[in-house]
């Protein structure tokens, strides 16, 4: 099974690129393909947003394309920064960048103050049938950084059971709490369950 995933995150890839290898999903990607994905994020939700990037890549490959959209949503700064999470200290902003903007907001927010969540839809794009997955995690934003694995605010995202930062876990652990490896888990379930008897494909 073949889909192309609406991207040009390359850490996006390698998480989904864990969780769907083993199912025997080959993901293509557009910068990998020498496709030319440039496209402005113009919904108002992560759901418009998701389907904005899925579509656009469907109309040039008419293959089967997922797509993603993930925010960081915190309850101290009214979901800020929600749908701009990448591009949150500007238009060009790296992680470390969005990651220092957002310490600066909350700095002297104590820490029962700073709870946030992520969320993430994924978009699965088939031309004729369109379906929407999500997934969701609680914890908390942290007043420093701590760890270096994962990307964008992992480090500074804190998972209360494990009493560790997305930043201080492995990628496989990451992917079995995430946002991100729900969504994906709620796409697989849907095929188990339209494809019947467990065989997804």
Request: proline content about 5%; aromatic content about 14%.
């Given at each position: 099974m073949?889909?192309?995933?609406?991207?040009?995150?390359?850490?996006?890839?390698?998480?989904?690129?864990?969780?769907?290898?083993?199912?025997?999903?080959?993901?293509?990607?557009?910068?990998?393909?020498?496709?030319?994905?440039?496209?402005?994020?113009?919904?108002?939700?992560?759901?418009?947003?998701?389907?904005?990037?899925a579509?656009?890549?469907?109309?040039?490959?008419?293959?089967?394309?997922?797509?993603?959209?993930?925010?960081?949503?915190?309850?101290?700064?009214?979901?800020?920064?929600?749908?701009?999470?990448?591009?949150?200290?500007?238009?060009?902003?790296?992680?470390?960048?969005?990651?220092?903007?957002?310490?600066?907001?909350?700095?002297?927010?104590?820490?029962?103050?700073r709870?946030?969540?992520?969320?993430?839809?994924?978009?699965?794009?088939?031309?004729?049938?369109?379906?929407?997955?999500?997934?969701?995690?609680?914890?908390?934003?942290?007043?420093?950084?701590?760890?270096?694995?994962?990307?964008?605010?992992?480090?500074?995202?804190?998972?209360?059971?494990l009493?560790?930062?997305?930043?201080?876990?492995?990628?496989?652990?990451?992917?079995?709490?995430?946002?991100?490896?729900?969504a994906?888990?709620?796409?697989?379930?849907?095929?188990?369950?339209?494809?019947?008897?467990?065989?997804?494909?």
């Open positions: 073949i889909w192309y995933l609406a991207s040009t995150n390359r850490d996006k890839l390698k998480e989904f690129q864990d969780i769907l290898n083993p199912y025997g999903v080959e993901l293509k990607f557009p910068l990998y393909e020498n496709i030319l994905f440039d496209i402005s994020e113009t919904g108002k939700t992560l759901r418009e947003n998701s389907l904005i990037k579509e656009y890549l469907y109309k040039i490959v008419k293959k089967p394309v997922i797509s993603d959209d993930t925010g960081l949503f915190v309850d101290h700064l009214d979901g800020t920064p929600g749908i701009f999470s990448s591009r949150f200290a500007g238009e060009k902003s790296s992680y470390l960048e969005n990651r220092k903007k957002l310490l600066r907001l909350l700095e002297g927010v104590p820490f029962h103050k709870a946030a969540k992520f969320k993430t839809v994924i978009c699965l794009y088939m031309g004729n049938e369109i379906q929407f997955f999500e997934g969701q995690v609680h914890g908390f934003i942290t007043s420093e950084e701590r760890g270096d694995s994962g990307f964008g605010y992992d480090p500074i995202f804190l998972y209360p059971p009493g560790k930062t997305f930043g201080e876990i492995p990628l496989h652990l990451k992917n079995r709490i995430s946002h991100r490896g729900k994906i888990r709620a796409l697989l379930d849907f095929l188990k369950k339209s494809h019947g008897k467990g065989n997804i494909f």
